[in-house]
C-alpha cells in the first residue's frame, strides 16, 4: 500500500465512479481497477460496492477514505516542514464535538486557527454526544468537548461552559405562547422617566437580546406534544429528570433517535422540543408563529467539559487548540450569541 493507491482511492470514492475517477485522474480505467483490487487485496476487505449507477465504499471503505485523509494530509505536512523551516506550532489535532454545538463553536474557532497558527490542521469530528465520548475512549479524537460528563474515566475533563435549555416549535394558534412568561422589566423600560432614561436604554437593550427571552414554565412546556429523542440522549435524560422533579407527566408525540428527523418534524410544525442555547441558531427562519421560550420551574441546563486523555499528555499543538478553543468560547459568550455561563 503506497500514497499513490490512497489517493486513487479517495477520488474513486468521491467521483462515486470509477470511470469519472479515472478522468479526473488521467490514468486508464482498467490500470484504476487494478490499484482497487490490489489494495482490496492488501487490507483483505471490499471497500467498494460496484452497481450499474456508480461505486459506493463499505463500512471498511469508508474507514479507509477517512484514515487516508488524514494520512496524506500528515504526508503533506511532512513535506512541508521537510522543505523550509517550522514557523510556530505545527501539526494536526482532530476535536470531537457535539453536532448541536458545531455550527456555532467550530467556524469562529477554524478561522480564528487558520489566522493565528495556519500550520496547524484541524479535523473534526461532530456527532452525537454519545458517540463524541465514544470518539475519545476509541482514541479517534485528541480532544473532546463532552456533554454533561464532569468525570469520565480514563480521560481527564475539565469545566467548559454551561448553557440554559429552551422549548421552541410552532405555534400558529398562539396556544404556547399565552403561557409565556413575558421578559422582566420590558414593559416599563418603554415608560422609565427621563431621569432613569440612561437605564432604561440599557434594559431595553438586553431585553432585546438572546439572554433575555420570555421563559415558560415545565410543567405548561410537558403538556404540549413533544418532540424528543429516546432516554439514551442527555437531552431527553434532562428533561425526564426535570418532569420527575415537578411530578409531571410527558406528552410525547413523535420519539425518534435520528436529531435530523426530530429536527424535521418540529420544524414542519410536527410538535415542540427542547434544545440547548447553541443550537437556537440553526432553527427554522423566524416568522410570526415560531416560539423560543427558555425553560424555568426548573430551569434545564446542559453542560460541557474539554477532554483529553488521561495517560497522554497534552503537546504544544494540542495546548495551542485547547487556549483558542476556550478563547472563542469566551467570546461567544460575553457578546451574546450564546447564552451560558463559563
Not at 481497477?33 to 467498494?48: F, H, W, Y
Not at 442555547?277 to 416568522?287: I, K, M, N, T, V
Request: hydrophobic fraction near 45%; aromatic fraction near 4%.
Amino acid at each position: 500500500m503506497d500514497l499513490r493507491s490512497l489517493r486513487y482511492f479517495i477520488a474513486v470514492v468521491e467521483a462515486g465512479s470509477l470511470s469519472r475517477a479515472a478522468g479526473s485522474l488521467y490514468i486508464a480505467q482498467p490500470a484504476l481497477t487494478a490499484q482497487i483490487k490490489k489494495l482490496e487485496s492488501e487490507l483483505g476487505a471490499q471497500l467498494l460496492e460496484r452497481s450499474h449507477a456508480g461505486v459506493t465504499p463499505t463500512q471498511a471503505g469508508v474507514q479507509l477514505y477517512q484514515d487516508a485523509r488524514r494520512l496524506l494530509s500528515d504526508a503533506s505536512a511532512m513535506r512541508e516542514r521537510i522543505q523550509r523551516l517550522p514557523q510556530g506550532p505545527e501539526g494536526s489535532v482532530t476535536i470531537a464535538v457535539p453536532f448541536l454545538l458545531s455550527s456555532l463553536l467550530m467556524g469562529p474557532l477554524l478561522a480564528h486557527l487558520k489566522d493565528t497558527h495556519p500550520r496547524i490542521r484541524v479535523f473534526v469530528l461532530d456527532d452525537l454526544s454519545l458517540m463524541v465520548r465514544k470518539a475519545m475512549l476509541d482514541r479517534r479524537a485528541d480532544i473532546g468537548v463532552l456533554v454533561d460528563a464532569a468525570q469520565v474515566e480514563g480521560l481527564h475533563c475539565r469545566p467548559l461552559v454551561r448553557e440554559a435549555m429552551y422549548f421552541c416549535g410552532h405555534d400558529p394558534g398562539g396556544t404556547v405562547r399565552a403561557l409565556l412568561r413575558p421578559v422582566p422589566d420590558a414593559a416599563a423600560t418603554a415608560k422609565a422617566p427621563a431621569a432613569r432614561r440612561a437605564g432604561a436604554r440599557a434594559t431595553a437593550a438586553r431585553a432585546a437580546s438572546p439572554t433575555m427571552r420570555p421563559t415558560i414554565d415545565f410543567a405548561d412546556a410537558a403538556a404540549q406534544p413533544l418532540v424528543l429523542q429516546s432516554r439514551r440522549y442527555t437531552i431527553r435524560q434532562r428533561v425526564e429528570e426535570a418532569a420527575a422533579a415537578r411530578g409531571v407527566a410527558l406528552n410525547i408525540a413523535h420519539e425518534h433517535d435520528s436529531a435530523r428527523v426530530i429536527r424535521s418534524l418540529y420544524a414542519c410544525g410536527g410538535g415542540f422540543t427542547f434544545t440547548p442555547a447553541c443550537a437556537l441558531g440553526d432553527a427554522p427562519a423566524s416568522g410570526t408563529d415560531w416560539m423560543v421560550a427558555r425553560v424555568v420551574n426548573p430551569e434545564i441546563t446542559r453542560s460541557y467539559t474539554l477532554a483529553t486523555a488521561a495517560d497522554r499528555e497534552v503537546d504544544g499543538v494540542m495546548q495551542v487548540v485547547m487556549d483558542a478553543l476556550e478563547a472563542v468560547v469566551q467570546k461567544l459568550v460575553a457578546s451574546g450569541r450564546w447564552e451560558a455561563a463559563a
